[in-house]
């Protein structure tokens, strides 16, 4: 997330000149929906309360708000996304924070010791770009980016991260090296920040050892930064939990009362069929940009994006395929860069390269603002 | 911060079962100023505020509230106790977030090298027993903890942490190695957590090149993990941003809207000589149960406690002594262990010896409930 990169785009007319930012995934698409709910979802909070460090301390996760966790295993419930349990909640400051107190749960022992080389931290490519990045920027000596899952050969300790649908491309996954390997040398992650219903098919509950999810993709609360680990074993949901105590001492407690009205609220209203379904109105947003988008790239030969299997949804019970959060966009001359061709029409994107790819494809949010989005169709209606 | 031994503390009787958890230095003694203040402070947020991850794409702290730095700026002008006229805000997650931003920002390249050898990372003992843990509980080759910098006579690169008032013992700081050394090879960061009126005489605005403050300690809302850098130097700000981007992806929203609130209500208040000046009635408490403390401890020659010199503070315009966060006291036995002596009367301190110092002494906090205070004195006067 390239911060100053970001300047331009808050009132945007279709001038030439505007900027649209398409690098990161802002989930600004859904503030139609919680602008419409109105009071409902705000949330009061006095001057008195949540001075305390602590949250509650008969928790493993002592800074977790009890109301969180149980909104948390209610939304599983009735979304049927995740089997949550036999699995301790760990609340992390957006999933991001989490993925760190993953890797130190793995790797490092609570004697302070440190192994003998750094374990590999793996994904297949293409990949989400964080992930060398947030692995890589403290130079640890517990763990170092292995880069793709793929080509993965080193002996020794692993850690694969898999993320369904993937970041950046949508398609869904299961561990690479796993199944080359065997279980013994190597732990997975689970990345399942886009496993709702407004992006793809719920086919069944996940059933994995750690996994990730967060707020900011499943609600749009980006600005919020709350994420949570699902965990099964004791020890690495507390080896998480101390990560967290000595990175930031625990998670805003403002954000988790927040996030806990909000996710209650789309619990409340996935059990309707009305327009206060929360996942239903995400769905028919993204399915009508997913529509547009294919439609103006298949005017001609120039790009293509990938393309999803139908699949029965146990939450909606239909038929549906996936509609991302980023549309991987390729170049069909190979050799062509995407993100520069597109930063000269004014379209910032974010270069496959930077996902263990290529450079004749791009990312592109679908998650943005309404008019940014339609002046994007606009211009690259004019590309072709 | 352990949190598994802090379970006991909730309701508290006098029975001598009851655990007294003095180890952290949780800031509930404020919580009665907030219940007068009443729905004055109250925050309302709507569902479809700040979704964003993004509060102000113009600023280099691109994830910092507006409304939040206006009310840090304020209240530096209002109490005088730092020039920050000239200098950048960075937001963080709580003042430890910004700890290892700092570090990071001091000690890595945008290319990410590596240094030859990972900078010391110094502060004179007694020192804040969470800067080892944070410096070293990732086993970064960016930096290492390098101990006392009393005795630290390494060659090289360091940072020099001085906490002022310090952590534990309240002591009024300067810098020790560039008195020595001269400003060349090192950086000192400057921790004023405690650099408020109901803490310490304010003597002069403070104006170094790195200032951390907090939230937790200056208005006791810990829960929200808001802190906050003074930081002059541009590319060191920016630096510290791109850590807390990669790191947690910017800062709460909802806390650091609650935070100008409470910022601001200070203000406000400072500006009055009624009840509703917060820092009047929090040096009131604390001298009250520093003079409660002193009047035990006296009793009998088995304990002593640091001496602070009168000041005036040019706040309260009034001669003034320190009343600190926490007491350092000694066991005047030098051979004593006074965690273990005090734990025996299910009292919870934190040892010296976690400090850089001694067994014989312990770190106990002042900022309890009154409940747990009471109980705490009771027992010491027991044990004498």
Redesign the interface.
């Known amino acids: 997330?390239p911060?100053?990169e970001?300047?331009a785009?808050?009132n945007l007319s279709s001038s030439s000149d505007t900027l649209i930012n398409l690098d990161?995934g802002?989930?600004?698409v859904?503030?139609s929906f919680?602008?419409k709910?109105?009071?409902?979802?705000?949330?009061?909070?006095?001057?008195?309360q949540?001075?305390?460090?602590?949250?509650n301390?008969?928790n493993l996760c002592?800074?977790l708000e009890p109301e969180l966790e149980e909104e948390i295993r209610r939304l599983h419930r009735v979304v049927g996304n995740a089997a949550a349990e036999d699995h301790y909640v760990v609340v992390g400051?957006?999933s991001?924070?989490l993925v760190?107190a993953v890797l130190?749960a793995l790797c490092?022992s609570a004697s302070?010791e440190?192994p003998p080389e750094p374990v590999s931290v793996v994904a297949a490519a293409p990949y989400y770009s964080?992930y060398p990045?947030?692995t890589?920027?403290?130079?640890?000596?517990?763990y170092k980016w292995g880069g793709d899952a793929q080509s993965f050969d080193k002996k020794g300790p692993y850690i694969e991260f898999v993320t369904s649908p993937n970041n950046p491309d949508g398609s869904i996954r299961e561990s690479i090296i796993v199944k080359k390997r065997g279980e013994e040398e190597g732990k997975v992650v689970h990345d399942l920040a886009y496993y709702w219903p407004h992006y793809t098919p719920i086919t069944s509950p996940a059933r994995f050892d750690i996994m990730l999810f967060t707020v900011?993709k499943c609600t749009?609360?980006?600005?919020?930064?709350i994420g949570w680990a699902l965990v099964k074993d004791k020890y690495v949901a507390t080896r998480m939990?101390k990560?967290i105590?000595?990175?930031?001492?625990?998670?805003?407690?403002?954000?988790q009362?927040?996030a806990s009205?909000?996710l209650g609220?789309i619990s409340d209203g996935s059990l309707q069929s009305s327009s206060n379904n929360f996942f239903e109105y995400g769905r028919l947003l993204m399915e009508e940009r997913w529509e547009k988008l294919r439609q103006v790239v298949g005017r001609s030969n120039i790009f293509s994006l990938p393309k999803y299997p139908q699949e029965h949804c146990l939450f909606t019970g239909k038929l549906s395929e996936t509609h991302a959060a980023f549309a991987w966009m390729k170049h069909n001359m190979a050799t062509e860069d995407l993100e520069k061709l597109l930063r000269g029409k004014k379209i910032l994107s974010r270069s496959g390269s930077r996902f263990g790819s290529d450079q004749s494809y791009v990312r592109l949010s679908m998650l943005g603002r309404e008019d940014e989005f339609k002046l994007f169709l606009e211009r690259l209606t004019a590309i072709q």
């Open positions: 997330m911060a100053r970001n300047g785009i808050t990161h802002d989930p600004i859904f503030e919680w602008k709910m109105g009071e409902k979802c705000s949330v009061v909070i006095s001057g008195s949540s001075l305390s460090y602590f949250a301390t008969k002592w800074f400051t957006g991001t924070q760190q130190f490092s302070g440190t964080c990045e947030v890589d920027f403290l130079s640890s000596k517990l900011s749009g609360h980006a600005g919020s930064r939990t990560f105590e000595v990175n930031t001492i625990g998670v805003s407690k403002e954000s009362l927040r009205k909000i609220a």
